[in-house]
């Protein structure tokens, strides 16, 4: 669990604080994402966790232990870190690279090897095809991923991204997403991530973060706050087509109900609903089969589904 408890910080000269009264908790296996607008303290924060910057006010907590109270060094050790940029060390090997913190730790050769492959593993890379790779050999998902297994070798219980996917191509972004989520579920890390990507924070989080000025706005599941945006600036920054977003965390099973529909296409339960809106717009149907199963979607149970809450103009 990661708890920040009225965490502020204040940079020499800056006129109002980078990070004011902070108060969020992170439960242990789930992960939170930080997310608003340039300069309003998402960075700062992840970085005071591992204390890359100091806070001056307030208490972090790792499962219940001031971060302040741990050495510094050891503290780092023991939470992965995956770099905006990527941060690989360039004169090194993928499989240098992936054990570095290991190494530190002083893990025996034959274990670190073990741990090597089975993180290369894990996040798709083949270990014969791979290790020996240096970097610039990469692509830049593949260069993510490698960071990825390198922030994981050590099997940390936190793992802190910053921008994680900022070098990586759209095409292959929303897939590498998807797969670093999957992860990070099987493997039960409590994660804090920052990003400027409102879709990135709906598809990695189960919470959400909206930090202004410094200061928490507010936090909550991707649909509630998609739903139930807490003022007009969270309905403002999550954008006017939050119904979409919102659609796109929705399954059909989610909405599909009872009935027979002989006549309709068939939709898997398990694809989005606003998948199943663009079906339905693109063939011009109110209603689809459920595939493998006696239930119907409908075009109504669609709009129910996505419902949200009115919210005053700013």
Partial sequence: MIRFEGVSKRFAGAPAPAVDHLDLTVPEGTTCVLIGPSGCG???????????????????????RDVTACDPIALRRGIGYVLQGIGLFPHRSVARNVATVPELLGWPKVRIAERVDAMLDLVGLDPATYRERRPDALSGGQRQRVGVARALAADPPVLLMDEPFGAVDPVARARLQAEIVAILKRLGKTVLIVTHDIDEAMLMGDCVALMRGGRLVQADAPQALLAAPADAFVASFVGQDRALR???????SEAAEPGAAEDAPEIGAEASLRDALS????????????????????????????????????
């Fill in 279 to 314: 079906a339905m717009l693109a063939g011009g149907l109110t209603r689809l089969a459920v595939a493998g199963s006696p239930r119907i979607l409908t075009l109504d149970a669609i709009r129910a589904a996505g419902a949200l809450a009115k919210v005053a103009p700013p």
């Fill in 246 to 252: 919102r659609l796109a965390l929705l399954t059909v």
């Fill in 42 to 64: 998402k960075s700062t924060t992840l970085r005071m966790v591992n204390r890359l910057i100091e806070p001056d006010a307030g208490r972090i907590t790792l499962s219940g």
